[in-house]
């Protein structure tokens, strides 16, 4: 089982920052079958990011992924006020699929 | 579109058997590539995956609960239904069932809303 590791847990920032969050795999995905979601509140999850860096359909270009092997980072460009939310990354890589424990975006 | 909807029931008594059903639209089961999985919530807490049937009915589960969980799809209603055994407080969660596509390769890509279940004598 592959396990992720959000940093850092909770990232306190301001509408207009930028943010960098971080996501490290206990092993490498050569396939870079990353993704990362942002969930705000009781709502599902939105998929923002897979492949490690291609955007979600309609997904400012604001929000960048990047990354490959075992260590991939989530960056959003002049942070806005309806980004401050919990970012996850998942893996797909191999199965089962897993969740990293998230990190908390707050003002 | 593709929707999907959770439906079962949102309290019940340890040790009883818990049935989850996400209902599908705008994809068909039997479609190359598609899979239905399940995914929880607990109050305050990460997501955590629980099972994933896919479109040739291979199943896949969150090796800690394997031994309680059985996920099956009905194709002529278009439901993928969850069945936990034994649950426990510790299952209260919310549960959201969600669409993959392994053709794409994109991953959890469109949610149900989610439903609260609640695990109390």
């Known amino acids: 089982e592959i396990f992720l590791t959000q940093s850092p847990g909770t990232l306190a920032l301001s509408p207009g920052d930028r943010a960098t969050l971080s996501c490290w795999a206990s092993q490498s995905l050569s396939g870079r079958y990353l993704a990362w979601y942002q969930q705000k509140g009781g709502q599902p999850p939105t998929l923002l990011i897979y492949g490690g860096s291609t955007r979600a359909p309609g997904l400012p270009d604001r929000f960048n992924g990047s990354g490959s092997g075992t260590d991939f980072t989530l960056t959003i460009n002049s942070l806005d006020p309806g980004d401050f939310a919990t970012y996850y990354c998942l893996q797909y890589e191999e199965s089962p699929r897993t969740f990293g424990q998230g990190t908390t975006l707050e003002i | 579109q593709i929707t999907l909807k959770e439906s079962g029931p949102t309290l019940v008594k340890p040790t009883e058997t818990l049935k989850l059903t996400c209902s599908v639209s705008?994809?068909?089961?039997?479609?190359?590539?598609?899979?239905v999985g399940w995914i929880r919530q607990p109050p305050g807490k990460a997501l955590e995956f629980v099972a994933l049937?896919?479109?040739?009915?291979?199943?896949r589960y969150t090796p800690s609960l394997q031994t309680r969980l059985a996920i099956t799809k009905d194709t002529s209603r278009d439901e993928v239904v969850l069945t936990m055994t034994n649950v426990d407080p510790l299952d209260t969660a919310k549960y959201f069932c969600?669409?993959?596509?392994?053709?794409?390769?994109?991953?959890?890509?469109?949610w149900g809303p989610g439903i609260l279940v609640t695990v109390s004598s």
């Open positions: 049937i896919y479109w040739d009915d291979d199943e």
């Open positions: 969600t669409h993959v596509n392994v053709v794409t390769p994109i991953p959890f890509d469109v």
């Open positions: 705008g994809v068909s089961l039997t479609t190359r590539g598609v899979g």
